[in-house]
């Protein structure tokens, strides 16, 4: 694991006229807590076409990604870097803010992917830190899960197995923007009238969770 200390964080790197009102996303650093969990909400259906090209981009030649005799059933599977980035794509519902990745600490291809398999994705807050340099904003470790059909934010049977719905898990570190603007603290409280049990800092509260919805 990769402590937000030891960061190598680019020297002329700041985060202080970043505009995240124009990012679509109400929350930054200071809204999330630890043990929080975000449902991206969002969902994408894997086709064929995609993921063969995605996987070719990447440089990944293995014959299993694009021969369909290469496996007994006959199907192509899926490149777990393509459900990875599906699932970091899919996070910026929630994780709007987070202006780049700054470490991954571990991952794990838990369960096939194959062409039709519809991706969602869910986040865990594990961990608030600063950086070094503050002006370059502030770290979120997160666990980032890549999951097939409805959403469930349990990663593990009791056994400590993954799940069959678990495609994909991995922990991260995300440089987060530290400040909101006052366009958006505007937009945040009245976001915050028209939203039923929702808290001074625009949280929707689901069964002691701390749920995103949806940024928009």
């Known amino acids: 694991m990769v402590p937000a200390a030891e ?3 680019p020297t002329d790197l700041n985060f202080e006229s970043y505009r995240s009102d124009l990012s679509g996303s109400l929350y930054i650093y200071g809204d999330y ?7 991206h909400v969002d969902g994408v259906t894997v086709s064929e076409a995609e993921h063969m090209m995605a996987t070719r981009l990447w440089q990944n030649t293995a014959k299993v990604h694009f021969d369909a005799t290469a496996r007994p059933d006959g199907r192509r599977l899926i490149y777990g870097g393509h459900v990875i980035s599906m699932a970091r794509a899919l996070s910026s519902n929630g994780l709007g803010n987070v202006q780049m990745i700054a470490a991954i600490n571990a991952g794990a291809h838990a369960n096939p992917c194959f062409a039709g398999d519809t ?3 869910w986040s865990e807050v ?21 999951t097939k059909g409805t959403w469930h934010p349990i990663l593990r ?3 400590g197995k993954y799940l069959p719905r678990c495609f994909t898990g991995f922990g991260l570190l995300g ?13 945040m409280s009245s976001e915050c009238l028209r939203v039923e049990n929702c808290d001074h800092t625009g949280y929707i509260r689901d069964h002691k969770l701390m749920i995103f919805r949806c940024d928009g």
């Open 119 to 121: 991706i969602r994705a």
């Open 175 to 187: 440089l987060h923007s530290r400040a909101r603007c006052k366009t958006q603290l505007a937009r």
């Open 33 to 39: 807590k630890v043990g929080e969990v975000i449902d």
């Open 157 to 159: 049977d009791c056994e």
């Open 126 to 146: 594990l961990d608030l830190a600063e950086t070094a340099t503050s002006d370059c904003g502030c770290n979120l470790r997160l666990r980032l899960v890549a």
């Open 7 to 9: 960061l190598m964080v």
